[in-house]
């Protein structure tokens, strides 16, 4: 099912941004050629191109088998293991569209996504962490009654299982299922993928997906990092979030490299994996990357081997960024974009580290990004702050069955709205400052939640913040901070005040309500679920746990 028109196919073909090869085509290319060499390194299996070919084509071919109807939405959520990339490959194959769920995510964002999509099938591994698998199948049942059958796929040392329930299903050999799934059914302008928003603020959105939309970080990512031929990835993020779609499943396979997996993050395991694999590229959120050097265990582990590092999918912390590079030598990179605009700008290797760490790099000029102005007039170019949007190779088609979302996510004109704000630098270096929805009304003097927590980030004790809405009856609003300290250092309201006296922030912008917690709650996708700490505070204030300078 196309979702562009061949108009914009035609031009983004012509330009050399977009081509006629699907990821199985490219899978394949590699099994002919370098079929041998790894693909996958995951606790289930370490996984030679050659492998990743046939076992893909033989759980296609088992899905038709099971009766999964080419053009259907298939569900699958599994840990970040080498099955849940065999699964999309497999699905691609058949001509199923995936519907991308994060192992993380709630029976009730399931439900939405699954009553989104229409998809009648969940294709799971039969545990799925640490619980029986049937038990999230039920748990989701009781959200919705769309979703009427579960397959588990099972991959061993032997090869790989397919069953519904105790019922075993058949898989032909590598030869007779490439004979059954015949000709390619997903090509690279079709909608191949839905996979979702992270759910920071609510229910997620169910975000469209084609292969050339995302194959187009592939040359981007290349260039900025400058990688050779023989780069070994890391990616510590969710598979079907779009942030890790680009770094295990899409640029790896593109350009052959292997691609280490962890199931489930830890910045212990992350070490252990980094100097076991040689790991030269690790893509990593914010959140992960300051957690690593927040433990004491990363002076115990050889990182030399890591090149680049490429971060984002939230605020990067400069101070917080510039020790990972001193303390592993590696370049810290990010793209500027979102799951929905895909690259808008992007940071190199050849960048100065002050350009890498404080800014958001060279805006990308086929994404043709703008600065529009409250009332929607272009002021690009004026030096003033604006909202970011783009129109370009990278983009979205939209939302899934949601037209009200679309109308809020595109223009009329057909340029798509970040909500972030954004001046660009004299250098040409784009700089984020704020969100649309990020400005904490106190009084009617707008507080950049992004300026605070960068403020108080640069604080010595201070190893991650969030800044939200605290409700006030007088004020409307009041900015509060939740802080997780180094080692559980202690960390007080006064403290944070003589810091933003001697930083020289603007008293209006204070916080005046700080809250120091041992962890901040994550998404499925790593960000900081923000909704999370604006109903805690609200909870809090309510029950007098917490006071306005107190």
């Known amino acids: ?46 996984l030679t ?40 490959l497999a699905a691609e194959k058949a001509g199923l569209i995936i519907l991308g769920i994060g192992p993380r995510t709630g029976p009730a964002e399931i439900a939405h996504m699954v009553n989104t999509a229409g998809a009648e099938i969940l294709l799971t591994a039969p545990v799925h962490r640490g619980r029986d698998a049937t038990e999230v199948f039920g748990a989701v049942g009781r959200h919705t009654a769309k979703l009427r059958r579960h397959l588990t796929a099972e991959l061993t040392t032997d090869g790989l299982t397919l069953a519904e329930g105790d019922t075993a299903i058949a898989l032909p050999d590598p030869a007779q299922a490439r004979t059954d799934l015949g000709p390619r059914r997903i090509g690279p302008n079709d909608l191949f993928c839905v996979n979702s928003t992270s759910g920071t603020t609510g229910l997620p959105k169910c975000v469209m997906q084609t292969m050339n939309i995302w194959k187009y970080f592939s040359p981007l990512a290349g260039e900025a990092g400058q990688f050779g031929d023989s780069e070994i990835f890391m990616s510590l993020l969710s598979a079907p979030f779009g942030f890790g779609l680009w770094t295990s499943h899409i640029v790896p396979t593109m350009r052959g490299y292997p691609t280490v997996l962890l199931p489930e993050f830890s910045p212990e395991q992350a ?70 605009a895909g690259p808008i700008s992007v940071t190199r290797v050849s960048d100065t580290r ?27 170019g004026t030096g003033r702050s604006g ?30 709205l970040t909500g972030d704000l954004g001046e ?36 010595p004790v201070v190893a991650q913040v969030a800044a939200v809405a605290a ?19 202690e960390f007080t309201l006064e403290q944070m005040r003589e810091h933003l006296a001697a930083r020289g922030v603007s008293k209006a912008d204070w916080p005046e309500l700080l809250v120091v917690v041992p962890e901040l709650p994550i998404a499925p996708g790593g960000k900081v679920r923000r909704s999370d700490l604006r109903e805690d505070v609200r909870r809090r204030l309510a029950s007098g746990e917490l006071t306005v300078g107190g």
């Open 1 to 46: 099912m196309a979702v562009f028109d061949q108009e914009t196919i035609k031009q983004y073909t012509e330009a050399g941004w977009w081509d006629d090869d699907s990821l199985a085509d490219i899978v394949a290319r590699h099994a002919a050629t370098i079929g041998d060499r790894l693909a996958f390194i995951a606790p289930d299996r370490r």
């Open 49 to 88: 191109w050659r492998e990743y070919d046939e076992l893909s084509s033989q759980l296609g071919a088992g899905l038709l088998a099971a009766g999964c109807e080419p053009g259907s939405f298939l569900a699958i959520m599994m840990e970040d293991r080498a099955l849940v990339h065999i699964a999309f």
């Open 424 to 459: 660009v630098d004299a250098d040409g270096h784009l700089r984020l400052t704020g969100r649309t929805s990020d400005f904490i009304i106190r009084g009617g003097h707008n507080v950049s939640a992004v300026m605070v927590e960068n403020e108080l980030s640069t604080h």
């Open 387 to 416: 909202q970011i949007a783009c129109k370009g190779p990278g983009i979205t088609p939209g939302y899934l069955n949601d037209p009200e979302g679309n109308r809020e996510l595109f223009r009329p004109d057909g340029w798509l």
């Open 271 to 340: 070490f252990a994996a980094i100097e076991r694999e040689r790991v030269t590229v690790l893509a990593a959120v914010s959140t992960q990357f300051v957690m690593m050097l927040n433990s004491p265990a990363m002076g115990d582990y050889d990182l030399s081997s890591l090149r680049v590092m490429f971060t984002g999918g939230e605020r990067v912390p400069p101070e917080r960024a510039a020790e990972f590079e001193e303390r592993t030598g590696c370049a810290v990179l990010q793209f500027y974009g979102s799951n929905e």
């Open 471 to 489: 409700p006030d009856p007088v004020l409307g609003e009041r900015v509060c901070a939740y802080v997780v300290t180094r080692d559980g250092a």
């Open 354 to 380: 002050e350009a890498r760490l404080t800014t958001s790099g060279r805006l990308i000029p086929e994404m043709r990004p703008r600065l529009l102005d409250s009332s929607g007039q272009d002021i690009t």
